[in-house]
């Protein structure tokens, strides 16, 4: 529904101070109801009321008996669960929409136009406001989140801005920064200030006006798409509106729907229907209307209401300035008087779906199982493994709440109807537990407490309710975990409510008393006036939170109770409450109305009323119904009060309504049950959605639609004439109604007195005269009379009739109306009925329509009957002759039927009577009697054919018997029947006198074959036939058992079987003979069996006893088990008589455990033995009580629990005992107990006597000794009280004197000492726990007061432990206040004379140290400080001293916190500095050329002396081996040593991470650092030693600086080759940086530049000298780092790096193009490139690889052209010359041989040379054969021997010697072949593969290496 745009709160919100607070919120009461009280819960409830209801709610035990059975199945339950987000009970955003709010912005800043000059415009941000982790701002939830803490001006002033931060941004850190706060309060205001003024500015007086007229005037505004853009251009100036711009702006929005629509979307214009008294000016920003002609406003359909879908009171109808919805204004929630000012928004428009609020049900169900779980996890969340206190959980739950403990989200099973999920209280009509007894169950289930009774209590009203409402007549189960919440509400109708908790964990409620609930939702508006804004009815969702600290804070009374399992909780009456659930439970709630309740409840209809709320019943008709079915007598007073009111307001309502001019009227229909409420539903509403039970207004235009009295002007458009009044009671039964209530009550009232009251007679205007209600009824009257009397005449008597509508619901004193209008309607009725009659009489005789309807004689004969006497009828005489016919007709058919005539006499009459033309009640009976005597005969006829042929159905034959007597016809054929009905009954009667009998059997056999082939089918003879052949099965069944049983001796069986029979004997319904014999033998058998059984098994003495008399009586007592239970009833016996004389006479307890020793040889249940034992347990239960009272008493015993009367009451139990017991000894206990009592009581006396002083006098030292001789009496009567063990009063006395006397003790010692203060506070604080009557006596109270100077005092001494030190003035008062006590505090005013002494002392020295400046100094300042601590008071001087030391000590702070941080020492600052000072001196002497002749260590500074030391041969210093170890880089030579920084230099590696760490800064200070801190301390007093040292310090690290820097600078600058001139200085450096303890950047930059250019050059140098060759990747890396170090281009190794690198370039193309030139370059220039490769500085066999690729491949890729690579290397020129076989397979592991004359080399294997090598061979292609004749092949020893069994790396060159090529033969084959000549088929050969003969051919001579030209082999392939 929408709503006007409700003014924020002008004031700060009252939650301006923090949620919380620390006072306590107050307990409601708790009750306890007696046995009694508890019986009846309503009038309990009433009783209590007067207490409870001023709370608002109350906590209810019930008495101990009180115990329900668990009636729900928890375990199997699945219940529904609504997830409760706890963090937005209250921290959450309004729900409004951020277009909504732009849009209604933007109009105002469009609407606003300030004058020039006023400032720079506002208006939206240019650029979109984010938040800070880039997120977009929302300005609407902004601006509502200021709104909520009272604007922006409420949020300043109570420093609300972090929390309005949450509100935005739901992502806020918990700790908001103060920037975030500052950026967001300062968009605020530059943006929305104004708007938030403007908003919050009250209308005009003008407006009000305009308002008040209903003018509807409507500004033209701009659409929603152009106005955002437009918007941010537009300027709000802060300053304030004149009461004209409010005005312009705040223009009424009420608007005609007809003139809206023909004019558009983005223009309005005002009603044309409006008067010229509604006429109102326009604003002076008033925009340009378009006019709208009547016909174009006709052609456009009427805007319709969203809650009464009604069209109509288009002047009333208000519109959305968003959506153009319309609302009338008295349908919103709440409704509205007046059009609000300004642009109203719907609420639709105004709530945005994303931020609605509310408990979502999930989808499915939940088990208890899986719900306990969560709850577990909740529980370990926020609590740990840990059980959290109550006030923990408490107030855990209220920071979620409040949004300052994170997000939580809980389930909650509530709201679940008991009717489906089941109740946990018993029901009738559920199923019993097995474990839960039944009567208890029934129990329960009637008990009043039973909240499914509650309701339909005798006293509650709401017992007349039929409908099940869930909630009120059901109760709700509610299933909680941690924290889960009800919120704050009302009851529905403001009922009572009552909630049961069943099992778990309490519940924490909160209640406020009905008579604040008007305070408390002031309080909720005020403290969430956005969300209230948002959503008016936000309190009956249930769905907010708020702090009940808030409440109290605002004066709204709070209380809390905390429900325990098994408690009830009652809310009041419009009692607001809420709560939460401290963990798992289960609850069942329900509401009930006493009759107090009444007038509630009509406050709750009200709400409902306004807020337009549908409610849960009619409460007009609950008073109704409880009214007419009665309530006691104590209640009458309520219900009467609300019968009045009603009454009251319906008369004035009914009046109005007739003043208006509606006097149309009509009965509603009855009730069908109108004892009962909710049996039939009324209508509603349209309106305010309120049960039309008493009245309603109608109208003809709206048939479905009704209206309440109040709102029958929002019916429709028409004239009140128009409309109907319906009611259900006239106000005469309604004032009845109030009277027969007041009678009740004991009132003596004739006639409703109540309607005497000041209301005015009603009266209207009729024809220019006004004219009363009841003369308006004398004049109906007299015309009704008249009207009357003429003929009849039916638009006369019709509106009379219609114009006594208007009297008819009237009081008592239209009675005579209703009585006129009763007679009129009865006798149009009557006339119109005759006429009718004799219209249809005539109808039937002329058309004889067979189908028509006849005219009842019934109904002729009452008209005839009621006859009018007012006027003649002419159609009367008529129906007059028809009565008379139709009685003589009626009389002869009734002579007929009782005449018994025949058939055809009867069937002639009946045709008679279809003749006539009325119809008789009679010809139907004529007519039914006539088929029934016809179908008589037939089925008669039909029997006796059966009886021919021999079967005879005896039903039948009854049922043809029994409708005879109801013939009225004569016939032949009921002499026949009868007949032979009688020959059946005879034989049906005799065979019922066998089944009643029980025959014997027989006789019964007899009788059956007598009736054997009987005509007659009889039920009862084949029964008998059934019977008799059951008793001859069992007589046969029993003879053959009892044949056999003599034999057997299990009785138990024979018991079993026997009753079987016997069983089955009885349900025979036939005598038999063998059944008494059966019945015999089976008592016989169960007495052996139980004779056995009292053998086995322990058996009373009576059930023996009863055993053997059975026994005797069936004449078995001779037998075996009954001999043997005789002797055992004897010794029972006599053991019986014994027992019971000790029980008479008493005896010794061993007598009796003697007694029951003997019992157990008896085998029988002795009926004395139980109290024998009980005698003997009570006997050793008093012995054991006394060893209590005996035995000594032990300190570790535990505390005291003996009593005096325990021992008197032992030592007089004996004597009601059976077992005698001795009692001398508790006797003499008793004696000391009363003996000690007596002295203590003598002390007290004593000590109250002392204690009555009440002057102490000048000394204390007689009352210490009195207080001290006292102390020690009382502290030896404790000592012997507690020695006795007994707890006694008297001991509890004294000690709480002893403590009492200890304490004055210590009091008076005060007087002879100073105390310390604490232990003055603790003497008070020890006073606060001392006894009452102690404490206040006259002693005490002088020592108390003594007590509180004392401290007064102590606290003035300077020497005590204070923060603040006292005035003077304030030590003299204290000092003088002395006189006034009458304790003698001798030493401690002496104490306080010096203070004040000293203190003057002190001020004198301070001002003469002021007066003088130049002999301040430092250490006079800190003695001065010094002194003062310990003997100044609070004064100027003192605060003079501190400042200017804590000035100097915050200095020495800032050092310390300089120096302490890097240096890492924990020394004094002094130390520090000296420690800083000397390690520069340290580096000084490192560059000294005097130093170098000195020993010292360059790391630690420290003479060589006698410690191992080692001197570098390079720098020439010393260095201890201990302090070079930590460098982790010296390297100890054979005979020389080199220190770690010159070995670092020397080897040309990096430095080490040692030396690196002591170069860069760790733990030193930075120069600059200290130059700040020695340029800060200007000013400060003289003789301050740490600021002379660190001037020392800050210049000799200056000169260092200096040094060091233009020594590097030097060595920098430095070309040449000689790496010495740069080495040497950057060891200095390095040395010097190491050993000072300054750091300085600037250094240490240049040294790490330096650095590295020395390193760059020292591994060029090592290139150049080391003869070792590096990669030519090495050599391009280093000369790139020469060009990111910036090394000049004259540089020594800058330019030999650069030679290297294009050498070996050079180099490189040379070999790339020999290895690839397929044989062109000589193999011997191949050969000098390789060893020019050799000879390089870059090693080119490492670095350039080919790609791995065997001879041929690469072999074939020269004949193709192609090649893998550009990259070369010394191995690919080697492989050049590698020697090939014919096979174009390079040299490899197979043996080879060499031709003599071609000299190619072959395989063995390619040219099949077996064995060892010839000494001379000729390859095929030399020396061919045709294949006939093998070539011998001689070998000379002088050759080479060119055959090879093993592979070789490679051949050797051409121009190696032979004798060096056998000799490395020989060598590797050290087994040689003997020489041999090789035969060769040289045809053979050719032939195996044309391959290689192709190849001979092609390429004989292309074999020789040094003309190879392997591009012509181009052919090969």
Known sequence: MGKGRPLPATTASPSGCRFGSDAPIPEAPVFRPTEEEFADPLAYVARIRPVAERYGICRIVPPPSWSPPKALDVAALSFPTKRQPIHRLLARPAPADPDTFLLDYARFLKAYRGPPGRGRKKGLPKSPATLPDGRPLDLCRLF??????????????????????????????????????????????????????????????????????????????????????????????????????????????????????????????????????????????????????????????????????????????????????????????????????????????????????????????????????????????????????????????????????????VMYGSDMDTSVYGSGFPRLGDPVPPSVDLEMWQKYCSSPWNLNNFPNLPSSVLRTVQDKIAGVMVPWLYIGMLFSSFCWHVEDHCFYSINYLHWGEPKCWYGVPGAEANAFELVMRNTLPDLFDAQPDLLFHLVTMLNPSVLQVNGVPVYSVMQEPGNFVITFPRSYHGGFNLGLNCAEAVNFAPADWLPHGGIGAELYRMYRKAPVLSHEELLYVVAKNGVSSESLSYLKGEIERLFLKEKKCREELWTNGTVKSSLMPARSNPNYIGSEEDPMCVICRQYLYLSAV??????????????????????????????????????????????????????????????????????????????????????????????????????????????????????????????????????????????????????????????????????????????????????????????????????????????????????????????????????????????????????????????????????????????????????LLSNLWKEAESLRRRCQSYLQDSPVLKELGSFLLALDGTKFTIPELNLLKQHYSAACCWASLVNGILRKLFERNDYHNIVEELTGIVRDGKSLRVKVDELPIVEKELRRSLCRKQACEALATQMSMDFIEEILTQASILTIEEELPFVDLSQLLKNATAWEQKARLMLEQSAFLSEFEDHIRCAEDVQAILPSAPNMKAQIVVARSWMDKCQAYLRPRRDELGPVVLKVDDLKDLICRPASMKVILDTSALNSVLSKVEKWEHNSLSLLINLRTLLNLNVVGSTVDPLERNLEELQNKISGAIESGLSLGFELKVLNELKDCLLTVGWMLRALSFCSRIPLLEHVDRAIEEAVNLPAFLLNCPLATLLMIGLSWLRKALVLLPESEKSVKPKLENAENILAEHQKIAIPYSIMTAELEDAISKHKSWTEQCHAFFMLPDY???????????????????????????????????????????????????????????????????????YAEDCKKKEFCVICSCDVGDVVASRCVICLDWYHSSCVESLLASKQMISEYICPFCFSLESGNPLEKGIQERISKGNRPALSALTELFSSAKGFYKGIEELDLLEEITKKGCGLKSYLMQILHDADSYDGEDLSVMCKPLVVALKSTSAAGLYDQQINNNIEVILSRYLWKKHIHNILCGGRQTSIQHVMRLDKEGSNLEISGEDFFKLEICKIKETSQQWLTKAEKAAFDCGELPLDLVYGLITEGENLSVDVEKELKVHKLIYTSLFIEMFVGSFFTNQVSLQLLRDRSILYCICRKPYDNRAMIACDQCDEWYHFDCINVCGPPPETFHCPACCPNNGEVFILLPRPASEEDRASIEARSHTPPASSDKSETVEANKCSNSNSWKKSQVRVDLVKFLRQDSELDNTWRENKKVLHRTARRRSNFAGLL
């Open 698 to 975: 109608s109208c003809n235009c709206r048939p479905s639609s009704y209206v309440c009295l109040e709102h029958w002007k929002h019916l429709c458009e028409c004239s009140p004439e128009k409309h109907r009044l319906l009611y259900r009671h006239t106000l005469a039964e309604l004032g009845d109604l109030g009277c027969e209530v007041k009678a009740l009550s004991g009132e003596n009232v004739k006639q409703y007195p109540f309607l005497l009251n000041d209301i005015p007679a009603p009266f209207k205007k009729v024809k220019d005269r006004y004219i009363s209600y009841a003369q308006l009824a004398e004049d109906w009257l007299s015309e009704s009379d008249r009207i009357l009397h003429m003929p009849f005449l039916d638009t006369a008597y019709s509106t009379a009739l219609e114009a006594s509508g208007q009297f008819l619901w009237g009081d008592h004193d239209m009675d005579s109306v209703r009585n006129m209008a009763l007679k009129l309607t009865e006798a149009k009725k009557w006339v119109l009925s005759v006429r009718n009659c004799i219209s249809r009489i005539d109808e039937l005789l002329l058309c004889k329509h067979k189908f028509s309807e006849k005219v009842k004689y019934v109904e002729i004969e009452k008209l005839v009957a009621v006859r009018c006497k007012s006027f003649c009828e002419p159609g009367l005489p008529q129906l007059q002759a028809y009565v008379e016919k139709g009685k003589m007709m009626i009389s002869e058919i009734n002579i007929a039927l009782s005449s018994c005539s025949t058939v055809e006499h009867l069937e002639t009459l009946y045709s008679r009577a279809s003749e006539f033309p009325i119809e008789l009640t009679e010809t139907s009976t004529l007519c039914c009697e006539i088929s029934f005597a016809k179908s008589w005969l037939k089925k008669t006829c039909d029997l006796l054919e059966q009886n021919r042929a021999g079967t005879i159905d005896i039903d039948l034959l009854n049922t043809l018997k029994l409708e005879m007597v109801q013939l009225r016809v004569v016939v032949p054929e009921i002499e």
């Open 144 to 409: 509502h989140a200021v709104k909520r803490f009272g604007g922006y001006n409420g949020a300043c002033k109570g420093r609300r801005w972090d929390d309005v931060v949450r509100l935005v941004d739901d992502r806020a850190r918990r700790h908001v920064p103060e920037c975030a706060k500052h950026v967001l309060a300062q968009l605020y205001h530059e943006h929305f200030y104004a708007y938030e003024k403007f908003t919050n500015k009250p209308v005009s007086s003008q407006d009000g006006k305009q308002e008040e007229s209903g003018k509807v005037d409507l500004d033209d505004q701009p659409s929603v798409s152009g106005l955002k853009d437009e918007g941010r251009s537009q300027s709000v100036s802060g300053g304030e509106m004149d009461a004209a711009e409010v005005s312009g702006i705040r223009s009424q929005k009420r608007r005609d729907a007809i003139n809206k629509k023909a004019i558009g979307m983005a223009s309005h214009s005002n009603s044309n229907g409006s008067t010229g008294k509604n006429a109102a000016s326009a604003g002076p920003w008033k925009w340009k209307r378009r006019k709208v002609d009547d016909a174009e406003a006709n052609k456009v359909d009427d805007q319709v209401c969203e809650q009464c879908d009604s069209g109509l009171h288009g002047d009333a109808m208000l519109l959305c300035d968003r959506c153009d919805k319309g609302w009338h204004l008295y349908c919103l929630s709440p409704p509205l008087e007046i059009v609000p000012p300004g642009n109203w928004y719907c609420s639709d428009c105004m709530n945005s779906d994303s931020d609605c609020f509310g408990f979502v049900e999930r989808r499915k169900t939940c088990l208890l199982d899986a719900f306990q779980r969560f709850d577990e996890k909740v529980k370990r969340r926020w609590f740990g493994q840990r059980r959290p206190s109550r006030v923990q959980v408490e107030k855990q739950f209220w920071e979620i709440v409040e949004g300052r403990a994170g997000e939580l989200e």
């Open 1416 to 1486: 301040q100094s430092w250490a006079g300042l800190l003695r001065l400080r010094d002194r003062g601590q310990s003997v100044a008071l609070d004064c100027c001087e003192m605060d003079r001293v501190v400042l200017d030391i804590k000035k100097i000590d915050g200095w020495f702070n800032q050092c310390r916190c300089t120096l302490s941080a890097d240096v890492n020492d924990n020394g004094s600052l002094l130390s520090i500095l000296q420690k800083i000072s000397g390690s520069l001196d340290n580096a000084s002497m490192l």
